[in-house]
């Protein structure tokens, strides 16, 4: 998409990324988009927020064939082959984090929020744009590319479960799926440092740090918002947290829990440590 035809207003650009099945083309509009929205702030103007009408789930491409996670072939890390199969499942989690971000911003558009709101999430999608070319292009230097092997199916399956209840989106999104994230990417990288020899590992060490320092600002938003409406309702964080995750989020909070970024993005072990695994 060229870039005199980005849409004028914020939920449009969003429905149009949605709505846009190739990945790359996805991402590039993504960007685009984000950069239209920072310009515009930048010299003190504003694109409106405007009012469309999200899918209910985002338009993808024909591959990766979609999977039962169940039915999703383990392959072992230590291989060449177990290598690109990691990337491409975290490729495939910042396509649809793509798509999250852009969700929220026009199915809640109704709700009144401060500007900054919008500049977190535009900014957010914006680096899961990122993320995901960066885990594409180590993927084609691996020799392969994303759509090669099949993905998990189900991951709207948060988007669906929160489609109308603003709260829970942000405490089940960001504030739980997103903070897994920052457990398990330091393990991920070990394993790309291994094969010291080989130029796309390290490649793919790069991508996970920069994913891995910018994933934690993407809990923080979480937590910041939530706790921003917690106090608008005048209602508990840690009591209303704990009621939505149970509500929306199927399953366990598995340990173990990467305290330190956790408390940079703003969420305290109390709010977790009760819907863990016993
Ligand atoms: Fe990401
Ligand atoms: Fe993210």
């Known amino acids: ?25 996805k991402c590039a509009l993504s960007r685009a988009c984000a950069a239209q929205w920072f310009a515009a702030r930048a010299a003190g103007a504003a694109v409106p927020l405007g009012r469309a009408i999200p899918p209910d789930h985002p338009a993808r491409p024909a591959d990766p064939v979609l999977l039962d996670p169940r039915d999703v072939p383990k392959r072992k890390p230590g291989t060449p082959e177990g290598r690109i199969a990691i990337l491409h499942a975290v490729a495939h989690i910042e396509l649809n984090a793509v798509d999250l971000h852009w969700d929220i911003i026009a199915r809640f558009s109704d709700m009144p929020m401060p500007m900054g709101f919008y500049d977190d999430w535009v900014k957010s999608a914006d680096e899961e744009s990122k993320h ?16 090669a092997l099949p993905a998990h199916a189900g991951m709207w399956r948060a988007a669906q479960d929160t ?27 070990e394993i790309f440092k291994r094969p010291k020899e080989d130029g796309a590992a390290q490649a793919a060490v790069a ?10 600002h993407h809990v923080a938003y979480g937590s910041k918002w939530f706790h921003f409406l917690c106090g608008r309702e005048n209602m508990d964080p840690k009591d209303a947290f704990h009621t939505l995750v149970r509500r929306y989020f199927h399953g366990a909070l598995k340990p173990p829990f990467n305290e330190e970024k956790r408390a940079e993005a703003g969420i305290p072990p109390d709010f977790y440590w009760p819907l863990s695994e016993k």
């Open 132 to 147: 995901f070319n960066l885990l594409s292009e180590c993927l084609e230097m691996m020799g392969s590319h994303y759509g």
């Open 163 to 189: 489609a109308t209840d603003f709260m829970g989106r942000l405490a089940v999104v960001p504030m739980v799926l997103e903070a897994r994230g920052l457990d398990v990417t330091p393990s991920m990288i």
């Open 207 to 216: 991508a996970l740090n920069v994913i891995y320092a910018e994933e934690v």
């Open 1 to 25: 998409m060229t870039a005199h035809n980005i849409p004028e207003t914020l939920s449009e650009m969003a429905v149009a990324v949605l709505t846009t099945p190739n990945a790359k083309e």
